[in-house]
């Protein structure tokens, strides 16, 4: 036994009351943290402009959207670690917000509007170095303390999505803008001064940088000035003037969702899931590793398992954890489970263990790894727009929600390609035809889409408010 003394943490030399005192301070930040995180989410200057959410929001006519859906969403891994009702709790303290009497969704107290003055209010910053992973979070605090900020939006290069050391910041009031621009001194990042302007200047320096004038100068103001993607206003305007999808009179048919074997009925109402119920349990189709350091990276996990997998594997893992999951298609043999451990020794660089996890958490896994396919399906049918059936390599880009997302992040959707006019009918879409780059705790297999089926945008509903515990 080690006879050295042994020294107390500061967190223990700290008198008992003064100890709780920081741990529930500590704890009412976490709170509010996560309330804003998903305030954000359903405000005006992210709402109508996130294609995902929008459609969560006028998937019934109460536009109550599902609380675990939200919690998914990769800026709020952190808070669902803590568990559902922790994160009712922060939600139950929104003025912006409210929440059901069962605590399972919740919805805007006010209508959308479309949001005036974002870009007057808005600014352009330059120098902020290289992309850390909680750059996104220190951005918004850094912002905050000019003023309230609707949106933190870190400038990536087209193609490769890399971080270029700049930002557009939309405060919620001019004067915050304006104390921005004024400050003295001028603001500046790990000690370096910063050179910043606001949105309208930045705009009016690239016009002049490539020598635009008249029309093509006008042009190139409004694409820098607009909002990029969806725009649930723009699509109910064009839908008015009569340029809205063709067949949107139609009826839809059935979404279905090929999982392991099995074909499961997708369930619309919060935005694509599937009963429990209805998910088969495939025993000994997953692995799981340990020992991964906190990271783990898809694209060298899977480059080994394709030589030896039809499919390409699933995987299922949250930054900062040790553990990740690992789904197959079907039960794996003993060889295959051999040559999984003998060709992926290390991830992250860290040399991990594998095992067979229990049956309640490998049957969870297929619960949640189903219910991802769902969302994922549902969205894509959305996206394509009428088409009954979608065309084989008609895949899904990647809500940038930084990635899905994050508080300003942004999330971009792309576009899948599909033959359209064939007869209508009740499609299915296997769970590996997820595609890689949807943002969620999940990282999905990558695949060919068949038989999607489209849908009209939603528009705005009335919302016709129920009574709710507003405590």
Known sequence: MSTEPVTASAEEKQPAGEATAIHEGDEDEKLQDARKQIEFY??????????????????????WVPIKTVS?????????SKGHDWIVKALRTSEELEVDEAGENARRRTEVQ??????????????????????????????????????????????NKQFKGSVFVEFAEMKSAEAFLNADPKP???????????????????????????????????????RKG???????????????????????????????????????EDGGSVKSEDVPYIKGATMKFTGCGGDANFTEMKTPLRERFARVPYIQFSKGDDFGLVGFDKPLTED??????????????NEVQWSIPEEEEERQFQIDRANFAARSVLSRSQEKGGSSRGGRGGGRGGRGRGGRGGRGGGRGGGRGGGRSGEKSQPAAVSEEQSGEKRKRAIEPDGGPDTGIRGQAVPTIAPSKKAKTDAA
Not at 72 to 80: G, I, Q, V
Not at 200 to 214: F, N, Q, S, V
């Open 72 to 80: 998914s969403f990769k800026r709020m891994r952190e808070y669902a």
């Open 188 to 226: 500046s990042w790990d000690g370096k001064e910063l050179l910043i302007m606001s949105k309208e200047a930045y705009c009016d320096m690239k016009i002049k940088e490539k020598g635009l004038t008249g029309k093509t100068a006008e042009m190139r103001k409004d694409n820098i000035a607009s």
């Open 42 to 63: 359903f405000a005006d200057s992210n709402l109508p402009f996130d294609k995902f959410m929008w459609s969560l929001h006028t998937a019934n006519a109460e536009h």
């Open 336 to 349: 295959e489970i051999d040559y999984v451990k003998t060709n992926l020794k290390t991830v992250n660089s």
């Open 114 to 159: 479309p949001p005036k003055g974002q870009f007057e209010r808005s600014v352009y910053a330059k120098g902020f170095g290289d992309e850390t992973s909680d750059l996104q979070k220190k951005l918004e605090k850094f912002f905050d303390q000019y003023g309230e900020t609707n949106a933190v939006r870190m400038r990536r290069i087209d193609g």
């Open 230 to 268: 969806f725009n649930a206003f723009q699509e109910m305007q064009n839908e008015k003037k009569g340029k809205g999808q063709k067949g949107k009179d139609k009826p839809n048919p059935e979404v279905w969702l090929e999982f392991m074997g099995s074909k499961i009925r997708v369930q619309e």
